[in-house]
Nanobody, 128 residues
Framework: QVQLVESGGGLVQAGGSLRLSCAAS????????MGWFRQAPGKEREFVAF???????????YYADSVKGRFTISRDNAKNTVFLQMNSLKPEDTAVYYC??????????????????WGQGTQVTVSS
């Protein structure tokens, strides 16, 4: 069982930056693939980025096209924390951002259904 708690959301002007954090409970954080998703009002939850667990492809990352080059996902296994650094923010980035985790070996990391654990979400609002 993993519990996830996001923080770092807020209101920022377009072009600004925010850093989201997701603190995970448990002693096996390094064995989980971690993801970030977001959900805007009236829209479905969408994939933002993932970072792989420790192992042969440990630490590898992947991003949605809409955030590539602007967002960076990283993890600190010693602190059981995953981060999402968001730069050059746009109004269309406004959403509730969710942290997610899975220990499944063959989960689809681009889909919400591939994750078993979710945080409560943190609001990010980008003003124009």
């Amino acid at each position: 069982q993993v519990q996830l708690v996001e923080s770092g959301g807020g209101l920022v002007q377009a072009g600004g930056s925010l850093r989201l954090s997701c603190a995970a409970s448990g002693r096996t954080f390094s064995s989980y693939d971690m993801g970030w998703f977001r959900q805007a009002p009236g829209k479905e939850r969408e994939f933002v980025a993932f970072i792989r667990r420790s192992g042969t492809s440990g630490g590898s990352t992947y991003y949605a096209d809409s955030v590539k080059g602007r967002f960076t996902i990283s993890r600190d296994n010693a602190k059981n924390t995953v981060f999402l650094q968001m730069n050059s923010l746009k109004p269309e980035d406004t959403a509730v951002y969710y942290c997610s985790a899975t220990a499944r070996l063959w989960a689809s990391l681009l889909a919400a259904a591939g994750y078993d654990y979710w945080g409560q979400g943190t609001q990010v609002t980008v003003s124009s």
